[in-house]
């Protein structure tokens, strides 16, 4: 099979690429390594961290790109790299360059930034893809769009809407099968075919060769569903606690790309995420905590519940007796888990399997448990949740703290019975990948370009280093970079 551009994977900056290269009159295939379309993207919440665009002056925000050039001063080294500069000047024109379709619309999501520096736009400066109905789209679209994560681990469809990251793979799938594009599911891609030091195409774990005349844009993910890879890196966490979709995300097209002579970094860093353990295994998600305690091992505080989860999967990190770690609430809200897991799981089978234990007593659960110190935490905390001020981590001061609460976010731990749930360190991929230029192609360790080979999403080390400074940042670079790998395609001469 022969193509212009070949595109593996198929989340956000995956399809965008397609997109973009579909549009340029580009013969474009999309590789997907299983039976359904959008990745860890179609998983997500659809936010993207994409400053200074028309969508943000619609809502009337007070952003702007020099506004957003000001906050990643405050959060990462000065002067700011070629491609964070690259990022900031070209998310305005890639978006206004998607609203000129009808298939796209976009919207402001209101989300707070997550850290409170100079440039921080109040509730956030993120936009996400409008929903979409299922029966907006073609049959063949909506039957490959990976249903939302709480459905697809348990073997059901997708929803009538769309929404989020859904909604953002719906939209973009559609527009690049209207415009001709090939889509290839159950394509295991392994490796790079290369003739005279130029990447031209593909293999599959089949043996299979897929030519590509002008590019490989490489999206497939990062290699947090990889043990091995995990290890040698020292990535905090499992494969079986990440949120990326079952048997993907290996890593093999990083490692691939390195016996090429390909440059890589941040490799030991992940988009980490505290994760409700579930009875079957594996981790879930969660923010927005609006209640409770998370205790480690001793029983103790250890952090402000409250911080943005990628900050919050840090702190976890930071110290062994911490995963498992376990978040301690009442029955206020009828047994069920003050905070948003996704999924969260059934109540009953969480308590059958252990994963949740419900004591009629702080004492008893502690005693249950061997959290020694879980007493005097609870009785400290419930102190602070009377005078409102947390002593201890200052939670419910931030502006993020309060987005999920209202406010009530000190809220004492008073109704019994007790449970705890184990929480274990997920995450939402690995941030270390292929070194990528300005024009997305990757580079070499000498510092030059491997001709054919360009690389984004999660395949691509991330351009904010170990720093995650916002809701969508992760899918505002995979876009903006994708995008501009199809540019140097397009004008590279032939």
């Known amino acids: 099979m022969a193509y212009d551009v070949v595109v593996v994977g198929s989340g956000g900056g995956a399809l965008i690429g397609a997109y973009f290269a579909q549009q340029a009159g580009l013969r474009t295939v999309v590789l997907e390594r299983t039976d359904k379309v959008g990745g860890t993207s179609a998983y997500s919440g659809g936010s993207c961290w994409l400053p200074g665009t028309d969508v943000q002056q619609r809502a009337g925000l007070p952003d702007s790109t020099e506004g957003a050039r000001t906050y990643l001063e405050a959060l990462l080294p000065t002067p700011l790299s070629t491609n964070v500069e690259v990022f900031l000047a070209e998310s305005p024109r890639l978006v206004a360059e998607l609203e000129t379709d009808e298939a796209f619309a976009w919207e402001w999501s209101p989300f707070p930034e997550y850290f409170d520096a100079p440039g921080r736009v109040p509730m956030g400066r993120s936009i996400q893809p409008s929903n979409i109905r299922r029966d907006e789209l073609p049959p063949e679209v909506a039957a490959l769009v990976r249903p939302p994560v709480e459905r697809d681990r348990a073997g059901e469809g997708g929803r009538n809407t769309l929404s989020g990251g859904q909604a953002l793979i719906a939209r973009t799938l559609m527009a690049f ?128 519940e409250s911080l943005p989860y990628d900050q919050f999967g840090s702190q976890m990190a930071a110290a062994p007796n911490r995963i498992p770690s376990w978040f301690v609430f009442d029955s206020r809200e009828g047994g069920s888990l003050p905070a948003i897991a996704m999924p969260e799981g059934d109540p009953a089978e969480h308590l059958e399997a252990g994963t949740w234990v419900k004591r009629d007593t702080i004492d008893e659960l502690a005693a249950a448990l061997g959290l020694t110190d879980l007493g005097d935490t609870v009785a400290r905390f419930n102190t602070f949740s009377a005078n409102r001020v947390d002593e201890d981590f200052g939670r419910g001061v931030d502006e993020y703290d ?63 280093g170990p720093l995650y400074p916002g809701p969508g940042a992760p899918l505002g670079q995979a876009l903006v970079f994708a995008s501009r790998a199809v540019q140097h395609i397009v004008e590279e001469p032939q």
């Open 177 to 304: 099968v209207r415009d001709g594009g090939t889509v290839l599911t159950n394509q295991h891609v392994t490796d790079y075919v290369v003739e005279d030091g130029r990447v031209v195409g593909v293999t599959t774990e089949g043996g299979e060769t897929i030519r590509a005349a002008r590019g490989v844009i490489v999206a497939a993910g990062g290699f947090e569903g990889n043990d091995t890879l995990r290890g040698l890196h020292g990535v905090p966490g499992t494969a079986g606690w990440t949120m990326a979709p079952a048997g993907t995300n290996t890593g093999e097209l990083i490692i691939a790309g390195q016996a090429l002579g390909a440059a890589i970094e941040q490799m030991e860093h992940g988009w980490l995420c505290p994760g409700l353990e579930q009875p079957g295994g594996g981790g879930s998600f969660t923010l927005g905590f609006r209640g409770g305690v998370m205790v480690d091992a001793d029983g103790r505080r250890y952090a402000n």
């Open 402 to 464: 309060n987005f999920f609460t209202g406010g009530a976010t000190l809220v004492p731990l008073e109704t019994p019975p007790y449970i705890a749930a184990r929480f274990v360190l997920s995450d939402l991929g690995t941030k270390g990948g292929m070194v990528i230029d300005e024009h997305g192609r990757v580079i070499r360790s000498d510092g030059g370009p491997i001709p054919g080979l360009y690389a984004t999403s999660n395949s691509a080390a991330s351009i904010f």
